[in-house]
């Protein structure tokens, strides 16, 4: 009985496992490695100069040569890192509805498969904190029992935004009204606010108890998992110099490189064509 009656309509993201850009021939990597050692350079993305929402970033083939170093407590700048993507996105996205010109159903379907992303993004990243940082505060922070409670009941709001949100996309891809942009801007600016509450207050009240409470593997095994969450250019593209050779140090040597040759470029390419200015 109960296996067919609909328990919740949470929504269920398909999550992937690492920010990586795929496999590039391995034995090939070892012998580039060696040739980008010998001077930094900037990347095409540093081009992009003028353009009014790419962050230009000067990357440095000494980046692609980091190793990871071994750390004894957890590494809790990384979620930070990662919520930067996740208030950039927010934002610019809300920004993007509200810019798009009624009967543009072009760029309003360009618009919804972004926020698409960015809503399977932070519903990914919400179930690796149910399941893997809460249940281990519960266990051992248990003073601190109303605080990770504050952060479920945010979690739950959020996921209640995101469903409306959701929702709301057929309705404007169908004929990208003016009336429903209007109705989706709001609950995109609604949720925006709850979502700079949460990120705050674990960045503020939940990272220290982080760092007091679990081992730097098992925050290892949340930052894996997180990685996963968003693409590796997004959170590239927050990072200052220090953090962005800390994450690329995460990433497997075969999928560094991919990164260097195709996947920065490939990520240029894509927010680009989404960031770009509109003729209106
Ligand atoms: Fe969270």
């Not at 919740?8 to 496992?17: A, I």
């Not at 003028?50 to 083939?61: F, Q, S, T, Y």
């Not at 979620?79 to 993507?85: A, E, G, M, P």
């Not at 609604?190 to 705050?200: C, G, I, N, P, S």
Request: proline share 6%; with cysteine; charged share 25%.
């Amino acid at each position: 009985m109960a296996s067919t009656t609909k328990a919740h309509q949470r929504p269920e993201p398909r999550c992937s496992g690492g920010a990586g850009v795929g496999p590039a021939n391995r034995v090939f990597v070892s012998v580039v490695m060696v040739a980008f050692r010998s001077e930094g350079f900037t990347s095409p993305s540093a081009s992009a100069g003028g353009h009014p929402e790419l962050r230009v970033v000067k990357w440095r083939a000494s980046d692609m040569i980091e190793t990871a170093p071994v750390r004894t407590e957890p590494h809790t700048q990384e979620l930070v890192v990662i919520h930067r993507v996740f208030r950039r996105e927010a934002a610019l996205l809300s920004r993007f509805v509200t810019g798009c010109r009624p009967g543009d159903t072009a760029r309003a379907a360009q618009v919804a498969g972004a926020v698409r992303g960015y809503t399977g993004g932070l519903l990914c990243h919400h179930r690796v904190e149910d399941e893997l940082v809460w249940p281990l505060l519960r266990e051992r922070a248990r003073l601190y029992d109303e605080l990770v409670q504050r952060m479920e009941d945010q979690h739950g709001r959020l996921e209640k935004s995101l469903l409306t949100i959701g929702d709301l996309l057929p309705r404007w891809e169908l004929a990208a009204a003016g009336h429903v942009r209007d109705e989706l801007a709001e609950h995109l600016t609604e949720h925006r606010a709850l979502l700079v509450e949460h990120l705050d207050d674990e960045e503020e009240l939940i990272l220290p108890l982080v760092a007091e409470h679990l081992s730097a593997a098992e925050w290892d095994g949340v930052g894996r998992r997180a990685l996963g969450t968003t693409t590796l250019g997004a959170i590239l593209e927050e990072a200052g110099p220090d953090e962005r050779r800390h994450f690329l140090a995460k990433v497997p040597p075969a999928d560094r490189l991919g990164w260097w040759l195709i996947g920065r470029r490939q990520y240029q390419r894509q927010v680009s064509r989404l960031r770009e200015p509109q003729p209106w």
